[in-house]
Nanobody, 128 residues
């Protein structure tokens, strides 16, 4: 059973930065690098939104328009860890951020239906 544990959330002022981490464990038959990974967020009263995704090799990344140029997704396959560097944060970035693993593919996707394993999330709050 794959487990994903996020960390790094917190409260910052507008314009600040945070770095989220997602530690993956429980891979028995295939390694972490086989799967695409993504970050999603959900604010109260809003639908879940795909923020960023990265392919298994770490060569292809995709971003939601709302975070392009401010957020950077990366991964360290040797340490089974996914990252999200968030700069120039805005109050509208406030949400619960979760990492997720693509079901059976190494590609990147911002569609949540492509993901099977999810972490519990870490809260990010940006004040103006």
């Amino acid at each position: 059973q794959v487990q994903l544990v996020e960390s790094g959330g917190g409260s910052v002022q507008s314009g600040g930065s945070l770095r989220l981490s997602c530690a993956a464990s429980g891979y028995r038959y295939k390694t972490f690098s086989v799967y695409g990974m993504g970050w999603f967020r959900q604010a109260p009263g809003k639908e879940r939104e795909g923020v960023a995704s990265i392919d298994g090799a770490g060569r292809t990344t995709i971003y939601a328009d709302s975070v392009k140029g401010r957020f950077t997704i990366s991964r360290d396959n040797a340490k089974n860890t996914l990252f999200l560097q968030m700069n120039s944060l805005k109050p509208e970035d406030t949400a619960m951020y979760s990492c997720a693993r693509v079901c059976a593919d190494s590609g990147a996707s911002l569609n949540d239906w492509a993901y099977c394993s999810w972490g519990q999330g870490t809260q990010v709050t940006v004040s103006s």
